[in-house]
């Protein structure tokens, strides 16, 4: 599966952005689907995932109740919709696949999309 990221800017804090990210091939419901983001000088971290049918979905700690994410079917995308934005907030978000029903680790993702950078100016 090919993966197209796309929706990142510059925004000022407490503002919104919603990312998308396009999926192509057929076996779109086969992978389940995650968020990470890397900031300068950071390790890639993990963001959020939703699983293979979408009624399942993680969040790690600092962006529970202000991100949502969200796979649409029909469209083969995934989006993440980020409310609230914070300075930290500010990296480059990648989408990413894996065949794992419930994972959080970057290694257990089997396709990367190309990142999106968002900024979060104070």
């Known amino acids: 599966v090919q993966l197209q990221a796309s929706g990142g800017g510059l925004v000022q804090a407490g503002g919104s952005l919603r990312l998308s990210c396009a999926a192509s091939g057929r076996t779109f419901s086969s992978y389940a689907l995650g968020w990470f983001r890397q900031a300068p000088g950071k390790e890639r971290e993990f963001v959020a995932f939703?699983?293979?049918?979408?009624?399942?979905?993680m969040y790690t700690d600092s962006v529970k109740g202000r991100f949502i994410i969200v796979r649409d079917f029909a469209k083969n995308t995934v989006s993440l919709q980020m409310d609230s934005l914070k300075p930290e907030d500010t990296a480059v978000y990648y989408c990413a696949a894996s065949t794992l029903v419930s994972t959080r680790l970057p290694g257990e993702f089997e396709y990367w999309g190309q990142g999106t950078l968002v900024t979060v100016s104070s």
């Open positions: 939703i699983n293979q049918r979408g009624d399942f979905t």
